[in-house]
């Protein structure tokens, strides 16, 4: 094999690689919308880490069913996919995500970004974590401002996004926003 055949040998293995990962977040909302636990703790690591709830699958579709419960109906419609290969066996990225649950005679909708960790596990793609992190979360019917960017109430606190983007505060120190937004404006880092 010559050094042109290994670095195209090795760009092909890239774009491999950046295409399965791209199917995760679709397999991701698809499980979730379907309530298919199967599928949904299979595309997490066997060991994963589910913090205070424990490791592995079993911990993850224990913590995951109950919570799927709190809303009847779903829609998770990715909006974009950005993936850093680190090495040929881990990556990370970023997935924007527009969601929408039916809560009672409620209609929540979201804007989410996915903060990803990715990792090649047996020659499949896996995640190996997933940090949800939203910009507001309202009825269909209200404006995401007039309820403190959280009509569900699930954080207790405003949600952290644009603020926790690591240039977000730097675009806008110094600027007189109240013009701008009526929401929270907090220049530090979540």
């Known amino acids: 094999m010559t050094t042109d055949d290994k670095g195209l040998l090795a760009r092909l293995e890239e ?5 399965e990962i791209g199917q ?9 919308d ?3 636990l199967d599928a949904w703790v299979s595309l997490f690591e066997p060991d994963v880490n589910c913090g205070r709830h424990g490791r592995g699958r079993e911990a993850l579709r224990a913590y995951i069913a109950p919570q799927l ?6 829609v998770h419609q990715i909006c974009g996919h950005r993936v ?3 090495d040929a066996d ?5 997935v924007y995500c527009r969601a929408e649950h039916e809560i009672g005679d409620r209609w929540i909708v979201m804007a989410i970004c996915y903060f990803d960790t990715y990792r090649r596990v047996d020659g499949e793609w896996v995640f190996v974590r997933r940090d949800e992190q939203h910009w507001y979360s309202a009825d269909i019917s209200e404006h995401p401002q007039a309820v403190g960017f959280d009509s569900w109430g699930t954080t207790g606190a405003p949600p952290p996004l644009p603020h926790s983007f690591p240039t977000f505060a730097g675009f806008w ?4 926003t109240t013009e701008l937004t009526s929401g929270p404006t907090r220049t530090t880092r979540a």
């Open 15 to 19: 774009v491999e690689a950046r295409l």
């Open 24 to 32: 995760l977040p679709i397999r991701y909302a698809l499980a979730v």
């Open 34 to 36: 379907g309530r298919d």
């Open 69 to 74: 419960r709190w809303f009847y109906r779903s």
């Open 84 to 86: 850093e290969l680190l």
């Open 90 to 94: 881990n990556a990370r990225g970023q």
């Open 173 to 176: 120190d110094g600027v007189d």
